[in-house]
């Protein structure tokens, strides 16, 4: 059978891609070390520095999964274009913003740029590398780009401030913009569902709620009170939002995101996967911040070369997972990645004031290699789990349940540290680093839901060409008939 013809210029537009993913990872993590920064040149408290992040992360969680839906229907080059310019200039808002709320708007900006960014550039490179053994390398080295933007920012940030300021931290911003849009324009050919789907208003206004909501309570949990009248009152919301959802998608011909999606098994256990791997990221890189420079006393600066081999581990094992995702299908990463977190999870439950660094280190460099390890799968098999005309609203799901698990991360482990004195704050986190291990256990437990390998070694299983082709093939008749295939549900 005669292969598909592949575009001679899809590395490059990978390559594009990529960089809008570092823009928004480092974005991410970048603002957090400026914070106190912040804070002294717009003499604002706590809590509007709390916003500076959260209005970030609330905007962008919210409005991940229509941004793709939009570019689907619209145009993902005419989207993603759309949200380097929103980007670009909310960032020149943030450096030039003279107060706290100046600030705090300008962010929510970014977060509604950077959602047009991240599952809209997935969407591109699943629809121009359409060879599953290519796609599932190119996810490896899309994960290896967004490890190195997590682990850049607080480096990156701590120069900046250092040497050039707070505001240079959202100047940077705006070259990479620039590159991004030139790229864009010369190398990334305009792709959109060929039947564009009808608008699903009512959904999406409900999943802003449901996600918006989510995301909210999580924010504000840790400080307020779990059992506050507010945060019982966002239960409810969120609670009433999902309810409402699911009836409404259910009653839908074209819904922005069919119940039935969540009856997929692999699907499924994507998205639980991809909120578990985060809230054991999060978690850690919250708990080992403020265990290492308060606890233990260490600079920014020595503290980041502590903690360097997690994302080293992490920017070296997710090129290698994309190809074994390629090779043999997602369950042997996956069992590499849980069992990695698992280990480095454990390495860290009896921590005390006085552990060995190289030992720190060792730990960390374990739950980077199983973070590593499990972006390829995940990305992979919800992106495999839709149509490529909908790839779009496949990217927004999974970058959404990313930051459902980082918020839900950071509240946990705020929680079990709040109000915790530096001399005690090894002991008290304990329960974070117990939850880290649970989190690997539950990415083991996602490989009972994904194909079983061949091989009982190294799980290698030849491609069956004759299913490809009986699958393209009813999919073809299929649409002759003007009917659609499971595939397309």
Known sequence: MDEEPRPPGRWKVLAVCCLSLFLVGLDTTIVNIGLPAIGAGLDTGTH??????????????????????????????????????????????????????????????????????????????????????????AIGVWAAVFGVSMAA??????????????RSIFWINLPVVVMAL??????????????????????????????????????????????????????????????SLGLVESRRTEPLVAPALFRRPSFLAAVVGAVAVFVALS??????????????GLSPVAAGIVTLPMAIAATVFAPLSGLLVGRSGPRLPLLLAGGFIVAGGLSLVGIGDHT??????????L????????NAPITNTAVSGLPPARAGVAGGITSTARQLGSALGVAAAGTFIA??????????????????????????????ATPKPLSPWLGLRPPDHRDRGEGKALRENAQRKGRTTPQDA
Request: aromatic share 6%.
């Open 48 to 137: 509007g520095l709390e916003w500076t992040v959260d209005a970030y992360t609330l905007v962008l969680a919210s409005l991940l999964i229509s941004s793709g839906a939009l570019a689907d229907r619209i145009g993902r080059r005419r989207v993603f274009r759309l949200g380097l310019v929103v980007f670009g200039a909310a960032s020149v808002a943030c450096a030039f913003a003279p107060t706290i709320g100046v600030l705090v708007a300008a962010r929510v900006a970014q977060g509604v740029g950077g959602s047009m960014l991240s599952p809209v550039a997935l969407a591109i490179v699943v629809n121009v590398i359409t060879d599953p053994k290519e796609r599932a390398r």
């Open 153 to 166: 920012g607080p480096v990156v940030g701590g120069a900046l401030v250092s040497g050039l300021g707070w």
């Open 419 to 448: 109000h915790v004195s530096p001399a005690h704050l090894a002991e008290a986190s304990r329960p974070g680093w117990a939850l880290v291990t649970a989190c690997g256990l539950l990415v083991l437990l996602t490989t009972l």
């Open 182 to 243: 030139v790229l864009t324009a010369l190398f990334v050919p305009e792709s959109r569902a060929e039947r564009p789907r009808r608008l699903d208003v009512p959904g999406q206004v409900l999943l802003t709620v449901v996600v918006g909501g989510s995301v909210a309570v999580l924010i504000e949990g840790p400080h307020i009170g779990w059992t506050s009248p507010t945060v019982i009152a966002g239960y409810l919301v969120v609670a009433a939002g999902t309810a």
């Open 283 to 296: 978690a850690t890189l919250l708990l080992t911040t403020l265990y290492l420079q308060h606890s233990r």
């Open 367 to 374: 739950v980077g290699a199983g973070f590593g390890f499990a």
């Open 356 to 365: 060995n660094l190289w030992s720190l280190s060792l730990a960390y460099l």
